[in-house]
């Protein structure tokens, strides 16, 4: 019976070792995932942490432009769309959904870094769509995602958008 026992826990030790050991933690399959999507030089780029701020406040007020556009629930014909970008992908309306009444958006700067005319921003955003009953309509919750940015007219636009779809 005692050797029985110890094999049983001998197991059981084996085992745990054995998964422990081919478990990923959730942060390193999502930077396999971006790297494979993005490619290592940008995501290198997330490693660096601007402290400039000017740039930061570019990327702020970037993210403040991306927040109103992603908030906005009424009609496509009434949109501010003058100055978005690229940024108008962010539109709601864009999609199949109907019946949106409100959202919930939030957006975190990763960095962001700006030379000459040209620069850009990582964030990581999620937003989420309600009906007027506040049902749930669709969401997205921490996608990353990369602007490539560029000064035209005084003026920073976001040209392009990256993410993984």
């Not at 081919?22 to 390193?28: G, V």
């Not at 990327?59 to 496509?76: D, P």
């Not at 870094?113 to 919750?141: C, M, P, V």
Request: charge should be negative; hydrophobic fraction near 35%; charged fraction near 30%.
């Amino acid at each position: 019976m005692g050797k029985n026992i110890h094999h049983i826990v001998c197991f059981v030790i084996l085992l745990s070792c054995l998964s422990a050991c081919n478990k990923q933690s959730k942060d390193n399959m999502d930077v396999v995932r971006l790297e494979r999507f993005y490619g290592q030089e940008k995501v290198d780029e997330i490693k660096e942490k601007c402290e400039d701020e000017n740039q930061i406040n570019v990327a702020e007020t970037l993210i403040e432009r991306a927040r109103e556009v992603l908030s906005y629930t009424g009609s496509k014909d009434e949109a501010d769309r003058k100055g978005v970008g690229a940024l108008d992908r962010y539109y709601v309306f864009h999609g199949e959904y109907i019946g949106i009444e409100s959202a919930d958006v939030n957006i975190e700067l990763l960095t962001t870094k700006q030379e000459h005319n040209k620069g850009y921003i990582w964030i990581k955003y999620s937003a989420a769509y309600y009906d007027k009953e506040n049902r749930l309509i669709t969401a997205s919750f921490d996608v990353p995602s990369r602007w490539e940015i560029e000064l035209e007219n005084n003026d920073w636009i976001v040209t392009k958008v990256e993410e993984h779809p």
